[in-house]
């Protein structure tokens, strides 16, 4: 795969017309057209705000900056290796104990012919999770990245949440983080997941997912993985029990972090999937709330580069929206996502290049194929004159 260039192209010089932004928003967005970054409590008074097209104009004025016109998507393929978890965290729908009906783990044979079939449709990426579970040995995780990345070379591994890395080095490896993930990366781990942030405050966490690691820990894996070179992305769920000072703290960890290693290649905020969940009497975020998350994600992730919409959990439609409130990214193809689908999304499992090319285009956008990092890889000449997308382009696993 050859890669348009090492460095995306940016543009410095855009500048926001500050007349669109309402008086007591001003001095904010006189921060953010001077790239100047923004404090926690100008974070809350951006969510408390009800004017989203004004959070709209300083996102996009962002976004513009460091992607110009650009919005980006993968060919990536889901696999969940085993839903089989020793833990239950409230909100998820994925796992099983083995005994449940619903309990399922792939054989490597089968997984491996899974990829090979998608290689053979352009994929790029594989981006592969499971639940902790209690048996799997080492040897089965390492055949299983060994015999996936002999199948390409070039394709990018991006698996694991930091949850499961620390399940491996403490009850299946026996060994220190950096040494499983030096392991994992040496049998052909490329990335790591995002997974698993959920939101960082420990009351949050101990309601939602108790047992589950603590922020310190979720942010001691990627620190380092970043430290050995790697690189990951990293996500918050939002819109369950959590307030808008908890999302704040939240995002404060992420860009901490990020000062310190520049290991994240992008973010990726998703809503509270409630539906099928212990906690179905939640409401699911509102398209403004979506938005207003995203575009308060843009403003106050300085230190970022990319803002991905994940259309799986928000519709293509709005995820197209979200292209004029600070993303730049609409993720990928996927190919089999359960995760969100298990909690009750309505969405497709994986959507055509020519479904996303046109999506982007519509909203004014060029669309430009990526890799796991979001670098650009090329325009896609097949898809390059694709009619407009209709229903039947949505290919449903
Ligand atoms: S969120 Fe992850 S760790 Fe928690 S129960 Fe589900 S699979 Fe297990």
């Known amino acids: 795969m050859c890669i348009m260039s090492s460095k995306n192209p940016q543009r410095a010089n855009v500048s926001m017309n500050l007349s669109l932004i309402p008086i007591d928003l001003q001095p904010i967005a006189e921060k953010v057209d001077n790239r100047q970054r923004i404090s ?13 097209n004004a959070l709209g104009v300083m996102a996009s004025t ?22 089989v978890c020793i833990l239950s965290c409230q909100f998820c729908a994925f796992a099983a104990k083995k005994r ?24 790029t990426e594989v981006h592969m999770v499971g639940g902790l579970h ?49 392991v994992l990366r040496d049998a052909g781990l490329g990335a790591l ?10 009351e949050v966490r101990d309601e939602l997912c108790r047992g589950k690691e603590s922020a310190e820990e979720w942010l001691e894996v990627h620190r380092t993985w970043h430290q050995m070179g790697g690189r990951s992305t990293c996500t918050m ?43 179905a009497h939640v409401k699911h975020a509102s398209a403004v709330e979506q938005l207003r998350n995203l575009a308060v ?43 969100f689908h298990m909690a009750g999304a309505k969405t497709p499992q994986e959507l055509t290049v020519a479904t996303l090319e046109h999506a982007i285009r519509e909203a004014g956008r060029e669309p430009i194929q990526r890799d796991s990092y979001y670098r650009h890889l090329r325009r896609h000449p097949a898809v390059e004159s694709a009619p407009p997308a209709v229903e039947s382009e949505l290919v449903c696993a």
């Not at 449940?100 to 994929?123: K, N, P, T, W, Y």
């Not at 300085?302 to 993720?331: E, K, R």
């Open 40 to 52: 926690d409590a100008e974070a809350l008074q951006l969510y408390h705000s009800n004017d989203l």
């Open 193 to 202: 997941t995002g997974g698993g942030a959920e939101i960082f405050d420990a």
């Open 62 to 83: 962002l976004r513009e900056q460091k992607n110009g016109n650009v919005a980006t998507y993968i060919l990536n393929r889901y696999i969940n290796y085993s839903n």
């Open 297 to 339: 994600s843009r403003i106050y992730l300085d230190n970022f580069d990319h803002l991905t919409a994940y259309w799986v959990s928000m519709g293509l439609p709005l995820a197209q929206v979200s292209l004029s409130y600070g993303v730049d990214d609409l993720h990928g193809t996927i190919i089999e996502e359960r995760i």
């Open 237 to 279: 769920l939002y819109g369950h029990i959590e307030t808008l000072e908890q999302r704040v703290d939240h995002l404060r960890q992420l860009r901490e972090l990020q000062d310190e290693t520049r290991g994240f290649t992008g973010f990726v905020p998703f809503a509270f999937e409630p539906q099928t969940t212990v906690l």
């Open 134 to 182: 209690p048996t799997l040995k080492k040897d089965w995780y390492l055949t299983l990245l060994q015999r996936l990345h002999a199948l390409d070379l070039n394709l990018i591994i991006k698996a694991f949440t930091a949850i499961e890395i620390r399940h491996l080095a403490q009850r299946i490896f026996k060994l220190s983080i950096a040494d499983t993930l030096a």
């Open 100 to 123: 449940d009906a619903h309990a399922f783990e792939r054989s490597i044979d089968d997984i491996v012919a899974a990829v090979q079939e998608s290689l053979a449709v352009g994929i």
